[in-house]
């Protein structure tokens, strides 16, 4: 099993918001959703595409398909997606009506730690924006409304989502937490002997 060095940063978003994460080069593009959703952390309600080399990758919504459906994300591996497209780094859109844009840079990729459970966080850097505060514009309105009490969104944006909200401090411990247990559930899955029908 050979393990990816991922890069993943929250495009235009001030202060800088990315995370370093190691994944099985097999995952599965939907669980790397999870992964980057746990890692933001998002609370993954919404939908969300991988693009690379002109191609797509999500699931698809019955109510909103033009014909131009998205490549099966439960059906593409990581390894195969940069295998078949070359690319050294992909995109993930999340919440279309929001337009959260992420790069996502392969920084390398190498041998596991013996007795590490993957996925792994390496590193955090900024706190990630609220869910539904309206992109990367709603964000930078928000942050505003935060840090002057005398803003005319600020006690709506108080009422919304508390009063306590640092963009520069990060929950490692948590992320840390939720992507443990992640990975032990993808190792149970994994370890599953399928039964013999009788």
Do not use: N
């Amino acid at each position: 099993m050979s393990i990816a060095r991922l890069k993943i940063t929250l495009d235009h978003v001030k202060p800088v918001v990315t995370r370093r994460v190691e994944v099985p080069l097999g995952i599965k593009l939907s669980d790397l959703h999870l992964v980057i959703q746990v890692a933001m952390p998002w609370w993954s309600y919404h939908f969300y595409e991988f693009r690379a080399a002109g191609r797509r990758w999500g699931i698809s919504d019955p109510d909103w398909s033009f014909g131009d459906d998205p490549l099966d994300a439960r059906k593409a591996t990581l390894r195969e997606t940069l295998e078949e497209t070359g690319a050294k780094s992909l995109d993930y859109l999340y919440d279309f009506g929001d337009g959260w844009a992420h790069k996502v840079k392969i920084e390398r990729i190498g041998e596991p730690e013996p007795g590490v459970t993957y996925p792994r966080l390496l590193d955090a850097k900024g706190r990630c924006p609220p869910e539904d505060v309206g992109g990367p514009w709603g964000y930078q309105e928000y942050l505003a409304a935060m840090a002057d009490s005398q803003h005319e969104r600020h006690a709506e944006m108080v009422r919304w989502r508390g009063p306590d909200f640092d963009p520069k401090v990060v929950d490692v411990a948590g992320i840390e937490k939720e992507l443990a247990k992640l990975g032990r559930r993808w190792s149970r899955r994994s370890s599953r002997v399928p039964r013999k029908a009788t």
